[in-house]
């Protein structure tokens, strides 16, 4: 009981000291008392929103790392097909061994880059051949086909004249 005594002299003596105060400083204190009670509002939801805030950009990094570990794993399985592919090209394009020696020594790969280069040489040669071969005998075809034109059209002039002769001299007989 002498907590509560205590307690409502407290109380009384708050009172006391209020009234005491001048009613411009009361109005002042409530003021100051509610913009105190606004701005802890106002502080609590600011620690929400960035709580919110945090926890989504969390989850983004997530999600981000998620991503960058299956582009990552994409990448590295495209590497490795490039690089089995390039092995396979090596072992296709190193030369035979030699077979005086077990290992080659050099001559047969330049044979054979000089037996390439020919047969390269060849096929150009032969392009080029039936190339020429393909242009004349377009160029025959035109010329044949002027030729029957020709030939058609001396055809229809000799039958123009004809028919021509044919007219004067019935002119002249009349």
Do not use: F, Y
């Not at 409530?30 to 929400?48: F, I, N, Y």
């Not at 020696?101 to 044979?111: F, H, N, V």
Request: some cysteine; glycine content about 2%; overall charge positive.
């Amino acid at each position: 009981m002498t907590e509560e005594k205590e307690k409502i002299e407290v109380t009384e003596e708050k009172k006391e000291e209020i009234e005491k105060k001048p009613k411009k400083q009361q109005k002042q204190e409530k003021k100051e008392a509610k913009k105190a009670k606004k701005e802890a509002k106002k502080q609590a939801k600011g620690e929400e929103k960035i709580v919110g805030v945090v926890e989504k950009a969390d989850k983004k990094k997530e999600k981000l790392e998620k991503k960058k570990a299956k582009s990552d794993k994409k990448a590295d399985k495209k590497i490795e097909k490039i690089v089995k592919e390039e092995k396979k090209d090596e072992e296709e394009k190193k030369p035979a061994k030699c077979e005086n020696c077990d290992e080659c020594c050099g001559k047969c790969e330049k044979k054979a880059k000089k037996e390439a280069k020919k047969a390269q040489k060849k096929s150009k040669k032969e392009e080029k051949k039936a190339k020429k071969e393909a242009r004349k005998a377009e160029i025959k075809a035109k010329a044949q086909e002027v030729k029957k034109r020709a030939i058609v059209m001396t055809a229809k002039d000799l039958e123009n004249e004809e028919l021509s002769s044919e007219e004067k001299s019935e002119e002249h007989q009349d």
